[in-house]
């Protein structure tokens, strides 16, 4: 069996290959989330990761497939780092899930918030290039933690449960 992801980001490949590696040929897709660059809120970021599960299975002939989305989201208590993932089968069904979540510095947050990406906020932060495909914001901010690719690997376990939960059955 064959489950696309629509990333070929190396931390959401990462984060479904150690989740169902050993059962699935993963089969990492560049898909556009037809959402902001920079995902605002849940609903945006949530519709983002629904929206590259959805094109995945358009283009290939998987047999489900994952939508990972990383953004961020304002509260009362500061900006939070957030993410979101979604799992669509052939039969039309669409299981979503959020994982951890997190306070970003002011620094960054005050970046994001004048146009920056979070990636970009926190290469300048960490002075570094490439923090979004490596530990990712939540792997900084959690002195490592919670790197991005356990991160989303939470994420991809709660679709995955879902999906076999659905279908009365494990895979």
């Not at 945006?44 to 283009?59: M, P, S």
């Amino acid at each position: 069996m064959k489950v696309a992801v629509g990333s070929t980001n190396p931390t959401k490949v990462k984060a479904v290959h150690n989740v169902v590696g050993d059962l699935f040929e993963v089969i990492p897709l560049k898909v556009p989330s037809d959402v902001s660059e920079q995902p605002f809120g849940d609903q945006e970021t949530v519709t983002g990761a629904l929206n590259r599960a959805k094109t995945c299975l358009e283009v290939c002939e998987a047999d489900f497939a994952i939508g990972l989305e990383g953004g961020v989201a304002e509260t009362e208590y500061g900006m939070l780092v957030i993410n979101w993932g979604a799992l669509v089968d052939r039969d039309g069904n669409e299981y979503i899930a959020s994982g951890a979540r997190a306070i970003l510095p002011d620094e960054v947050a005050s970046l994001v918030r004048d146009g920056r990406t979070l990636g970009e906020a926190m290469d300048l932060y960490t002075k570094r290039l490439g923090v979004s495909k490596l530990e990712g914001a939540m792997g900084i901010i959690t002195n490592s933690r919670i790197n991005r690719d356990e991160m989303f690997s939470h994420v991809v376990k709660v679709l995955i449960g879902q999906y076999e939960f659905h279908k009365g059955q494990s895979i």
